[in-house]
């Protein structure tokens, strides 16, 4: 599959195939999205790959999202969507296996009177770490695609951070995403894209 059909044929999958995945395609998968560009090259992520009981303690998890993340859904979606993401967190699509992407832990303060480049100064090392995991991650979605496998990109499980880190065993990591990953049990119509995005500056 070329990088063009891959982007553009790539959906958020919330329903899965109850079928195992082999452990040499998620190693191969994960390899190559490596190859992620971070920057100066620190490749500062963490990868955890999770099935069995840690993976159903993590759905667990996900039930006390739940009410967290409600109303944060009903001012954006419609009733259907609220209903059918949050019935998506109790079970996670059944997918068997879930990758988490983690960057090192790193405080930041910032005021709102702060320049620019003040802010940049303060949140430089977080910036820096969560734009190369947001690549990382990226480069799981569309290989995971390729190789016709389904996934999710989660944000909503860091309102239960704590309790997933716990469950993972981690410490002194900031969790970026949660990704459900199968063989997928549906296959989404593609959403439209938004307009006016693309800014043209000096072109006749």
């Known amino acids: 599959m070329n990088i063009s059909k891959a982007i553009m044929e790539r959906r958020s999958i919330r329903k899965y195939q109850n079928r195992e995945i082999p452990r040499e395609l998620l190693n191969e998968i994960l390899e190559e999205a490596l190859w992620a560009p971070s920057g100066t090259n620190r490749q500062n992520w963490y990868i955890y790959v999770v099935r069995g009981e840690k993976r159903d303690l993590l759905v667990k998890a996900m039930e006390g999202v739940i009410e967290l993340y409600k109303p944060k859904l009903e001012k954006v979606f419609p009733e ?24 090192p832990l790193t405080g ?15 949140e430089r090392e977080r910036f820096v770490n969560l734009l190369s995991a947001a690549a990382l991650v990226q480069n ?25 880190n716990e469950i993972i065993g981690v410490q002194d990591k900031e969790l970026v995403s949660l990704i459900p990953v199968g063989y997928p049990a549906q296959d989404p119509p593609a959403p439209p894209r938004k307009g006016d995005r693309i800014h043209w500056l000096g072109f006749a």
């Open 80 to 103: 259907k969507m609220v209903n059918l993401t949050l019935n998506f967190f109790q079970t996670l699509g059944g997918a068997p296996v879930i990758i988490l992407v983690y960057i």
């Open 108 to 122: 930041v303060e910032l005021r709102p009177e702060m320049t620019g480049q003040e802010r940049y100064e303060r």
């Open 140 to 164: 799981i979605l569309l290989l995971a695609k390729a190789r016709g496998l389904g996934t999710c990109q989660m944000t909503a499980p860091k309102l239960k951070e704590d309790l997933i």
